[in-house]
């Protein structure tokens, strides 16, 4: 008679399944879910990061942001944050998709031009922000120098509130532009060709076959920058931490900036707390609609 | 296998949640590191045996500090000079950036209770913080054993470094606000620069050159980037930024309303320029007046040295235009020992805090910097008269010494200033109504202070 196994084989090799995971999982319990939790626990006290002691206030930092002082602020930088991610998504989106089409040339010249596009994507962003404070500089900056020369009057790009959003998503335009024509050209490589030339022999004219195949074509990638540069660009810091610091007056205040002001600066690590669990939440439920819509208007080439 | 994934993942989310919420009111956060000596204002002070803070086996130790490039080789020969006066004590200065990315690396380290430096400067607006959250040790027992002239420093410096009774820091490179002026233009053009608010009127037509509502030069610049440049205006004017029950400000009365109006009105004139809170901000406010597009500017005494090195004309200085008083508040920075270090290294740190501290070093920074000679027994004596044969253009301090207080101290005061100064360039720059934003601007302190 043949001995039983003390496991079933499917236990077995759950078992193992899991061993291998296991590392993962500990990782995010320690970096992801146990930070989470403590935020949660944060925003239920008035710590402000300097005590070692704390008590808890119950709902009190909550009514302060969605029933008090807070809730302007909380509107202001949603307003910002949103108008920044509109903003970067534009860019990567629309001027990602305008280079790769103008650089979808395979030579020497192109490929020596699409990588000068490119570049600015590894430059750190200290050091870009460094270089646009000069550019954008109102008095000494070459941005001014060639709008004076032109007759024109001096703008104070980061210090004035109609300009200074502007400013900074000049900055990310520049890292973030290169970077979307990249990812769209290798999508655009992808495309078979079967489809241009049926089009063609049908007698469909280039816009209708950049309507019609392209763009379906390329919309699991639209879907894929899209949400990455969204998340990313919800979590701009740098270049308003280095060009505006969120101003002039809150105008540049967004989400991660106003979390970094009130812990850091204001040491109110409780209103901090519950302005990021906002901010995750809210992060969250665009990206999960994002995945919901994307599944009736992406086309997989299958 | 999905299934008991599914549990793990659940019952690893529930851990941590537990783990996450069993601090208490008694204590979570950051461990107390302390491994001996008080740990700020929560215990006793040890008793004034100076064998107790004898440093006895070598030791390395880190100084954080916030000295720009400029300033690194005086830092370099002042640690070199310590570190060759005595056998155990090394120190590694190391330059960690602005004040406030001092503060948040000392702060991060503090909550964390690893990687904390043995001493740190401290900009004067953060005592009061730290202070009350006993991130600071107290340096009384210390004074007390060691015999430390702390009575040699000036009653506001020292009022500036303490917090409830407690010497929590002490005065390092002292600063105060004052107006720097082209003293070349000034005797040319016959310009009287104004002692009392009620002269800047004059002051500022005199100055100013505006043609066609276009300013050529500008009567003073005003940084907005910090409310510290502006506020000795209001309480001068008897303003109470901060009222005695300290949960309101008095920043909406009439004093305050008048002054605002003013303000706006010199810059719809042309005649002052209210700097905006971008990062080169300051830069362009140097390089206005170095370029002689601003007759004077409003700035931190400390960068003396630099105007003089920079402009091509006599650079002078003047103390604030003040009015029913003149006061003006110190500014600058502390240094601290942090209470979680071990006893050991807060010994190490306070020989190196009271050599950073004393009267030959403090006179080495003012000669080759714009910080102010911080001991009275300078002041008074022959140094002081020949300090000021060097820069006689800081005569108006000298004379004025008394008058520099210490910074308000209130633990919602950092709160209250980022929200202060915000209103203040929106009222300077927008078209706006004047009395309704300070309504909005009072209400929201008011909040602040209550919840503080």
Redesign the interface.
């Known amino acids: 008679m043949e001995k039983k196994p003390f496991l079933k084989p499917r236990t077995v090799s759950a078992v193992k399944d899991f061993v291998c995971v296991l590392p993962a999982l500990v990782f995010l319990a320690i970096f992801t879910y146990y930070p989470i939790c403590k935020l949660i626990q944060i925003s239920f006290t008035d710590w402000n990061l300097l005590n070692d002691r704390w008590s808890y206030v119950g709902l009190k930092n909550w009514i302060w942001l969605f029933n008090g002082s807070g809730t302007k602020h909380l509107l202001n930088s949603l307003k910002v944050t949103i108008l920044y991610s509109i903003g970067e998504l534009t860019i990567t989106l629309v001027g990602g998709l305008i280079f790769a089409l103008i650089f979808n040339r395979m030579n020497a010249a192109f490929s020596f031009m699409r990588a000068v596009v490119f570049v600015p994507k590894y430059v750190a962003m200290s050091s870009a922000a460094v270089v646009f404070l000069w550019i954008l500089n109102t008095d000494n900056g070459i941005l001014n120098y060639f709008i004076t020369s032109l007759g024109l009057p001096a703008v104070d790009w980061l210090g004035n509130r109609n300009t200074a959003l502007l400013s900074v998503l000049l900055l990310t335009g520049w890292r973030a532009v290169g970077y979307g024509m990249m990812i769209y050209l290798s999508a655009m490589i992808g495309i078979s060709k079967d489809y241009y030339e049926a089009a063609a022999l049908d007698g469909a004219t280039a816009v209708q076959r950049f309507w019609k195949i392209t763009i379906p074509m390329l919309s699991p990638t639209t879907l894929f920058l899209f949400v990455t540069t969204f998340i990313s660009s919800m979590k701009v810091f740098q270049s308003v931490d280095i060009l505006t610091r969120g101003g002039p007056y809150r105008s540049t205040e967004v989400f991660v900036y106003k979390i970094y002001l009130y812990a850091m600066e204001d040491f109110r690590m409780d209103r901090a707390s519950v302005i990021a669990i906002a901010f995750f939440v809210l992060l969250l439920a665009i990206t999960a609609s994002t995945f919901k819509i994307s599944n009736s208007s992406v086309h997989y080439d299958s | 296998?999905k299934k008991?994934?599914a549990v793990?993942?659940t019952a690893?989310?529930g851990?941590?949640?537990l783990?996450?919420?069993s601090?208490g009111?008694?204590?979570?956060?950051?461990?107390?590191a302390a491994q001996g000596g008080s740990s700020g204002g929560d215990s006793a002070a040890p008793a004034a045996d100076p064998s107790a803070y004898e440093v006895t086996e070598p030791i390395t130790i880190q100084w954080w500090h916030a000295l720009e490039d400029q300033y690194s080789q005086t830092v370099s020969e002042i640690v070199e000079d310590f570190n060759n006066s005595q056998d155990l004590i090394t120190v590694e200065a190391t330059y960690i950036g602005s004040y406030?990315q001092t503060?948040?690396a000392l702060?991060a380290a503090?909550?964390a209770g690893t990687g904390l430096p043995a001493v740190t400067v401290a900009n004067t607006p953060y005592v009061a913080?730290?202070g009350?959250?006993?991130?600071t040790e107290d340096l009384t027992p210390y004074i007390q054993a060691t015999g430390f002239e702390i009575d040699d420093f000036g009653k506001g410096m020292v009022d500036a470094s303490s917090y409830g009774g407690k010497q929590v820091a002490l005065p390092f490179l002292i600063s105060t606000q004052i107006m720097y002026y082209n003293k070349d233009m000034a005797d040319t053009e016959g310009i009287t620069v104004p002692e009392k608010w009620e002269d800047m009127d004059s002051f500022l037509e005199a100055a100013s050159i505006v043609n066609n509502g276009t300013t050529e030069r500008f009567g003073t610049i005003i940084p907005g980037w910090d409310q510290w440049y502006f506020e000795t205006f209001y309480l001068n004017q008897g303003v109470n930024i901060i009222n005695e029950d300290n949960v309101s400000t008095d920043l909406g009365c009439d004093a305050a309303v008048g002054l605002v109006k003013k303000f706006r009105e010199w810059v719809d004139k042309g005649y002052v320029n209210w700097?905006?809170?971008?990062?080169?901000?300051s830069s362009?406010m140097r390089?206005?007046f170095i370029d002689k597009k601003a007759f004077s500017v409003v700035h931190t005494s400390s960068l003396y040295n630099t105007y003089v090195e920079k402009c091509d004309f006599e650079v002078g200085m003047a103390w604030l235009p003040g009015g029913d008083t003149k006061d003006q508040e110190i500014g600058g920075c502390v240094l601290l020992i942090p209470s979680k270090n071990d006893q050991a290294t807060k010994n190490a740190a306070w020989q190196f805090l009271s050599y950073l501290c004393s009267k030959e070093v403090n006179m080495k920074w003012a000669r080759e910097t714009g910080y102010i000679p911080t001991r009275n027994s300078v002041l008074q004596t022959e140094e002081g008269v020949e300090f000021l044969k060097e820069k006689p253009a800081f005569q108006c301090i000298f004379d004025n010494l008394d008058l520099i207080n210490p910074r308000i101290q209130h633990?919602g005061w950092?709160?209250l200033a980022?929200i202060w100064k915000?209103?203040m360039?929106?009222m300077m720059?927008?078209d706006v109504d004047i009395s309704t934003k300070l309504e909005d601007m009072v209400?929201?302190i008011n909040?602040?202070l209550e919840?503080a």
């Open positions: 296998m008991m994934l793990v993942l690893a989310l851990c941590g949640l783990s996450g919420c601090g009111s008694t204590g979570g956060g950051a461990q107390q406030s503060n948040e702060v503090n909550a913080e730290y009350a959250s006993g991130l700097t905006t809170m971008d990062s080169d901000a362009n390089q206005a633990p950092n709160q980022t915000n209103y360039l929106e720059v927008e209400e929201e909040e602040v919840d």
